[in-house]
């Protein structure tokens, strides 16, 4: 292996969920690793958004008409009275609004939805996984970043259903 090959691998596993790869060839062995720190946030964050994932519901909903902060956050609690439907995550995974990084978000806040269309990708394990809705509606909110880490059953979207 070249010095640019080696280079490409780092930024291959720079860029996935891999924490560590070698590769031995006769008389050359090469093991690259994530830093620990790096794999423990990526952890932490799946965890830290699933409270606020909850809490946008009823602000979208509920309480249009209050324009102060706190009064958007208590109507968030009360969000699974309101008809909003959620899109949960059906695995663990990276989250995708894209197919790829030059094309369009496969939906955005506002769009009509119908079951079988494609939502996001999940990837898990280097295959790219699209999700279909299962409802027809419109989406009221994205509520993952794109390329953010996803837990099983994380809600990703909200949609008013039709």
């Not at 090469?30 to 794999?39: F, G, L, M, Y």
């Not at 939502?119 to 999700?131: H, Q, R, S, W």
């Given at each position: 292996m070249?010095?640019?090959q080696?280079q490409?691998?780092?930024?291959?596993?720079?860029?996935?969920?891999i924490g560590?790869?070698?590769i031995?060839?006769?008389?050359?062995k090469?093991?690259?690793?994530?830093?620990?720190?790096?794999?423990t946030?990526?952890?932490a964050?799946?965890?830290?958004?699933?409270?606020?994932?909850?809490a946008?519901q009823?602000?979208?909903?509920?309480?249009?008409?209050?324009?102060?902060?706190?009064?958007?956050?208590?109507?968030?609690a009360?969000?699974p009275?309101?008809?909003?439907?959620?899109?949960?995550?059906?695995m663990?995974?990276?989250f995708?609004?894209?197919?790829?990084p030059?094309k369009?978000s496969?939906?955005?806040?506002?769009?009509?939805?119908?079951?079988?269309?494609v939502?996001?990708?999940?990837?898990?394990?280097?295959?790219?996984?699209?999700?279909e809705?299962?409802?027809?509606?419109?989406?009221?909110?994205?509520?993952?970043?794109?390329?953010?880490?996803?837990?099983?059953d994380?809600?990703?979207?909200?949609?008013?259903?039709?």
């Open positions: 070249d010095f640019k080696i490409e691998l780092i930024k291959m596993v720079n860029k996935s969920n560590e790869v070698t031995e060839q006769k008389d050359f090469v093991t690259i690793r994530q830093k620990e720190d790096n794999i946030q990526v952890v964050a799946p965890a830290q958004m699933a409270a606020p994932v909850y946008p009823p602000a979208a909903q509920s309480q249009p008409v209050t324009g102060t902060a706190p009064a958007s956050e208590k109507p968030k009360e969000a009275a309101s008809n909003l439907v959620t899109i949960k995550s059906p663990i995974g990276t995708y609004r894209k197919s790829s030059d369009p496969f939906v955005e806040p506002g769009d009509e939805i119908a079951p079988g269309k939502v996001c990708i999940i990837e898990a394990m280097k295959l790219f996984n699209e999700i809705s299962e409802i027809s509606g419109k989406v009221v909110k994205v509520l993952v970043d794109d390329a953010s880490p996803v837990e099983y994380q809600p990703l979207f909200l949609v008013e259903p039709a």
